[in-house]
DNA sequence: GTACAGATTGAG
DNA sequence: TCAATCTGTACT
């Protein structure tokens, strides 16, 4: 039986909840029907110390805000103009850190399994979900239109660990640092 | 108010 | 390799 996450999931560290996130199944409810998606790529960026993320020294704005709340809210946000970006806050209140999710092998619907194109992204699989502004700090913990799944998959996964990508800006240390985290083998990652 | 770059993507 | 297209931020 499949088991929804609760709060005490994504309560503890980032770097713990980033990689447990992986083979973790995103259940979206739209009109009735279910879109399900398997995390297979996520990145994680800690606040305030990381200059990669958003709430480098802990700076808050407009766009940011959700990054602080307790973990299991969405942090979603539109880059270069047209790409929105799916983030699960992590850790307490007033802690800046989240996960962003970078890909997804599809589940449901049928028609879309084994696309290894889909959602091989994170502004695709927003949009293979149907994600938008609205979603702007729901509670995966009680929402009613889209929350995760941990379906004891008996399979152990293998993780590897790379640095992030599309944050050079962020200097040698931090965009080398090896925050991004996939499962090994999947083609349903967004690089190789 | 203006200028510029970004946690990307798909077309050429 | 490049442009699309909007928001935050650092200027004037």
Not at 89 to 96: C, G, Q
Request: aromatic content about 14%; overall charge positive; charged content about 30%.
């Amino acid at each position: 039986m499949p088991e929804k996450l609760r709060r005490d999931f994504y309560t503890r560290p980032t770097l713990v909840v980033a990689k447990d996130l992986l083979g973790k199944y995103i259940v979206r409810k739209f009109r009735k029907r279910k879109i399900i998606g398997k995390i297979v790529e996520v990145e994680a960026y800690i606040g305030p110390k990381d200059k990669a993320s958003h709430a480098y020294l802990g700076k808050i704005t407009e766009r940011n805000r959700a990054e602080f709340l307790i973990g299991g809210h969405i942090y979603i946000y539109l880059v270069y103009g047209m790409y929105w970006q799916l983030n699960i806050s992590t850790y307490l209140e007033n802690k800046p850190e989240c996960v962003l999710i970078r890909a997804l092998e599809p589940i449901e619907p049928k028609i879309f399994q084994g696309n290894k194109k889909i959602a091989n992204g994170p502004g695709k699989l927003c949009k293979f979900l149907k994600l938008n502004k609205s979603f702007y700090g729901e509670d995966l913990v009680k929402s009613k239109r889209i929350w995760l799944e941990d379906w004891k998959d008996c399979t152990k996964k293998e993780i590897v660990a790379t640095s992030r990508i599309g944050i050079d800006y962020a200097g040698p240390y931090w965009s080398k640092i090896p925050w991004r985290f996939y499962l090994k083998n999947s083609p349903f990652i967004s690089r190789k």
